[in-house]
Nanobody, 120 residues
Framework: QVQLVESGGGLVQPGGSLRLSCAAS????????MGWFRQTPGKERELVAA???????NYADSVKGRFTISTDNAENTVYLQMNSLKPEDTASYYC??????????????WGQGTLVTVSS
C-alpha cells in the first residue's frame, strides 16, 4: 500500500514562508506526478501546484511567483515552498500522487492533509 506522510504546516504571519513536505513510501514502481491541493471549509479542493516525472510544473494562478514545487526523486518526496503568504492561503493542504505500483497498478493517493494558517 502506497502511503503519503505530510509535514510542515503551521501558523505563519502574512508575508512569511513555509515549506511543506510529502514523502511517499510503499510498493512504488514509478511516480507519474506529485502535487499539492488545498481546501477550505465549504469549498472544493483546488490544485495548488503539480510536477510530473519529467519535471513539468503547473501552478494555480493565485500562487504563481510565490510558491515553488520541487521533488527529491531519490526519496520519493515532494516539497512546496510557500513565500509571501497571504491570509487567503489559509487552508488544509493535501499531497496527491499518481503512481504505478510494483504490482503494475495505477493509483492516485492522497495524504492526510496539513493545516496552514496565515494570520497576524
Amino acid at each position: 500500500q502506497v502511503q503519503l506522510v505530510e509535514s510542515g504546516g503551521g501558523l505563519v504571519q502574512p508575508g512569511g514562508s513555509l515549506r511543506l513536505s510529502c514523502a511517499a513510501s510503499g510498493p512504488i514502481l514509478r511516480i507519474n506526478y506529485m502535487g499539492w491541493f488545498r481546501q477550505t471549509p465549504g469549498k472544493e479542493r483546488e490544485l495548488v501546484a503539480a510536477i510530473t516525472s519529467g519535471g513539468s510544473t503547473n501552478y494555480a494562478d493565485s500562487v504563481k511567483g510565490r510558491f515553488t514545487i520541487s521533488t527529491d526523486n531519490a526519496e520519493n518526496t515532494v516539497y512546496l515552498q510557500m513565500n509571501s503568504l497571504k491570509p487567503e492561503d489559509t487552508a488544509s493542504y493535501y499531497c496527491n500522487l499518481g503512481v504505478f505500483t510494483t504490482q503494475i497498478r495505477y493509483l492516485q493517493v492522497w495524504g492526510q492533509g496539513t493545516l496552514v494558517t496565515v494570520s497576524s
